[in-house]
């Protein structure tokens, strides 16, 4: 080694060694920190940039269909509402820049057929109209947006404190973006909002908290009707292996009933039709829509979906990823019992999901990525000390 590259390696060991002084003592305020304070971005750039996207415009319609029982006049409210709400170019490319937009924006019939799609996520409309006793729909619906975001982070730093893993609320960090936390943040949709409840029911079973970890289910299934796959799963696994077995059976029965209240609503398509407009195409009206039923089109969509997953989303990459690390990391003897439980019935469910509605957006998969990430670190975080305890001095 030369003496020039001696003297730098010298000065940056001794710059690294003097930032761990200093660091070390302070890790775990850090650790909250960095995550609060990506959280607390999220949340402010939600509000003070906010993206607007066409689902916006059928929850508006959702929220306002209580007070306006006419489809014309709640078509132009909710189209009224978006106008005051996004700028000139935003609403140009939301009202006419393909032919399903445009036939939206001006055919009221049209437009009342595809809000069953949307009204079923009661839990999430709901919300959003009561704080429209406050602010017009459009605001309330970011408001949720924005609320979910920090109600998110303040699920996990509860749960790194508990377990004194502080300290790593950067790589949760890290975690959160991989996971496109600030995209789903951003769109006003109720995944976020399911997010919160499906990562506190987690946290809760692992704390041994069954009845608020079934409360908690409950809460996100009526927010998003599609995560009782998710509560039915969980509760085969809890019935096999034993920790919250009666809690869960309850909770799965209860669900599948509210999940049959939810869709008691004739206005909603159906699975088979909900497939087609995600994977197919965008029909201008559900009126009189019925394609038949066809395996090599379901084969079509999986295969389409997945490389979509492939090319542009990142949750295929992040479950492989947590999927290698717990392989040859994480020894699951020393796991304990409600966390690996909880692992397996995340990582099943996700499969199960995927072949029922392969959906290739990240967001929808979102709360599970977290909920696995969450158990694996906090897992690796026990061995350490487990190991470091054990080992010579």
Known sequence: MTPAARLLETCFLAIYRGICRLYRPLRHVIGALVLAVFALMVAAVVQIYPVSNWDMVAYTASVLESDI???IELHGRSYALLKENVTEGEFQALTGDREYRIRQYEDPDAFATML???????????????LSAYMDPVKSLRMISMLSAVAVAGVLLVWLARHGALMYGPIV???LIIADFGGSA????PDLYASIFLLLAGFLYIERQDLAAAASLIAALFIRPDHLAFIGVFFVFALIYGPGRWVMTATFVLSAVAYTFVLKDESHPGWWIHLWFTHVEYVPTLESFDPPMSPVIYLQMLVRSTVR???SNTWLAALLALVIFFAKVIKPAQMADRARILLYAIFTSICAKYLVFPHYETRFYFPYLIAMGMILLIAWH???KTASRSSPA
């Open 382 to 384: 026990q061995q350490d």
């Open 309 to 311: 997953s492939l090319m």
């Open 69 to 71: 029982s006419d489809p």
């Open 116 to 130: 069953g799609f949307y009204r079923l996520k009661l839990g999430y409309v709901e919300t959003a109209r009561a």
């Open 173 to 175: 960090v890290a975690m």
């Open 186 to 189: 951003a769109l006003l949709s």
